[in-house]
């Protein structure tokens, strides 16, 4: 015959099973959104770059940053965006589908770019044909080739608005790198309007023009007001070009020049985080020992300006990288460890509610002694032999129950004994009204 189980032990049971259900719901949630928290904060950050030029080498570049990162298990990740020209990598930073670009300081809308490093700088340089006057004066009225087209756009502009070439009725006309020597042999264009780093890569595209006889060779034509430019316009800088930069000899320039620079900045939106900016720049700056050799252009990397009014705004996880105000550990993790021991004690709290709450009601329901108590009314109550019997069988349901959780050692001795007293007062007081009930 299978073990009877008394009602009041069936609803504690239930009630208690329904409290742990309710319990273990709630701790497999909160236990499944910290997972889900860790795993988010605690996978590395991926940030979009776009870079481009003719060649690709920003991209390359960048590239190899990349995996640099990879390698040494940082904490951030770059995805590479290649793209045609800087003036396109700029347009995609400007629309927020990059987190950072390598653009030029005169491109339009950088109103969201911050610096990270400046790459490098790109000297404007103005060729003319031998027996040429050396001026831009001399080209009022005639046809200069642009090299790279819409990116110089800014640069036609302020040449321009400077020297009046539109009432002179200048002509400009866009070529691409691979049209440009011809164009300019053939006298296709008057001059040629370059604008390049100075490093051994890009100078060596521009020897060419000037091979041939020394003495009818093409020269660099000076842009005297370039101080006056770069007044109006801040992405320029009056430079000076040194003597011998494009070829050594005969040198060209045959002496330092006054031309114009605009700097190549790497640019990161204002709202990335300051964390993920400072880590880049570390890696980007640690990189150029290492990766100079195959990249010469890391040779020009270097810190941007972190004045408050430079024409674009330092980033703040870099500024804090070359200002070395990084957070410390203790800086960055203290109100974490200041609030630890407070959410610990709330967490022990939590688990003793819990406690309480799955076993409410089990020892006052589940005691044997209530239900033994309660069946004291009902035998002085009692107005006939069968409700006595009917007492006598609950009073056995509860001692047969409490025999099996002795028997599983689920029972103190302390209890039992007061159980088997319960009982036996229990049963003189059956004994009692069985003799006072009225006989048949």
Same mark, same amino acid.
């Given at each position: 015959m299978?073990?009877?189980?008394a009602p009041y032990e069936t609803a504690?049971?239930?009630?208690?099973?329904?409290?742990? $259900?309710?319990?273990?719901?709630l701790v497999v949630a909160v236990t499944a959104s910290a997972l889900f928290a860790y795993r988010y904060f605690s996978q590395p950050k991926t940030m979009t $770059?776009?870079?481009?030029s003719p060649d690709g080498e920003p991209a390359r570049l960048m590239s190899a940053i990349a995996g640099r990162l990879t390698r040494h298990d940082s904490g951030i990740r770059i995805k590479i965006v290649p793209m045609g020209s800087a003036l396109e990598a700029a347009q995609a930073f400007s629309r927020g589908e990059a987190d950072l670009a390598i653009?030029?300081?005169d491109a339009? &809308?950088?109103?969201? %770019?911050? #610096?990270? =490093?400046?790459?490098?700088?790109?000297? %404007?340089? =103005?060729? =003319?044909?031998?027996?040429?006057?050396? #001026?831009?004066?001399?080209?009022?009225?005639? #046809?200069?080739?642009?090299?790279?087209?819409? =990116?110089?756009?800014?640069?036609?502009e302020a040449l321009t608005r400077e020297y009046d070439l539109a009432s002179a009725k200048t002509r400009f006309?866009?070529? #691409?790198?691979?049209d440009a020597q011809q164009a300019f042999r053939n006298r296709e264009v008057s001059a040629l309007l370059v604008v390049t780093p100075i490093s051994e890569k890009y100078l060596s595209l521009l020897r060419g023009i000037f091979a041939g006889n020394p003495k009818r060779r093409p020269q660099l034509v000076?842009?005297?007001?370039?101080? %006056?430019?770069?007044n109006v316009a801040q992405a320029y800088e009056s430079y000076e070009l040194p003597k011998g930069t494009v070829r050594g000899s005969p040198p060209v320039p045959d002496e330092d020049i006054t031309t114009l620079r605009v700097a190549f900045y790497l640019v990161a939106q204002k709202n990335v985080s300051e964390t993920a900016i400072a880590e880049l720049t570390k890696a980007i700056m640690d990189a150029r020992r290492d990766l100079l050799a195959e990249y010469p252009l890391l040779a020009q990397v270097v810190a941007p300006s972190t004045d408050k009014d430079a024409f674009i705004p330092v980033h703040r996880g870099a500024a804090a990288f070359y200002e070395d105000t990084q957070?410390?550990?203790? &800086?960055?993790y203290g109100n974490a460890l200041f609030l630890a021991p407070m959410l610990l004690g709330v967490l022990a709290s939590f688990l003793t509610m819990a406690r309480k709450f799955v076993t409410l009601g089990a020892e006052s329901i589940a005691d044997p002694l209530d239900p033994l108590y309660a069946l004291a009314v009902p035998i002085r109550q009692a107005r006939s032999e069968a409700e006595l019997k009917g007492i006598e069988e609950k009073i056995d349901q509860i001692m047969r129950l409490q025999l099996r959780k002795r028997s599983n050692r689920k029972t103190r001795a302390a209890d039992a004994a007061a159980l088997s007293l319960t009982a036996q007062r229990l049963e003189h007081l059956i004994q009692h009204r069985r003799s006072r009930l009225p006989q048949d």
């Open positions: 299978p073990p009877m189980h504690s049971r239930s009630a208690q099973w329904l409290r742990a $259900i309710l319990v273990g719901c $770059i776009a870079a481009g653009v030029r300081a339009n &809308d950088l109103t969201n %770019a911050r #610096t990270v =490093v400046l790459v490098s700088y790109g000297v %404007a340089m =103005v060729i =003319v044909p031998p027996g040429t006057a050396g #001026t831009m004066e001399s080209l009022k009225g005639k #046809t200069i080739g642009v090299v790279g087209g819409e =990116v110089n756009r800014n640069l036609v006309k866009d070529l #691409t790198v691979g000076p842009i005297e007001s370039a101080d %006056a430019i770069a957070e410390s550990l203790l &800086d960055k």
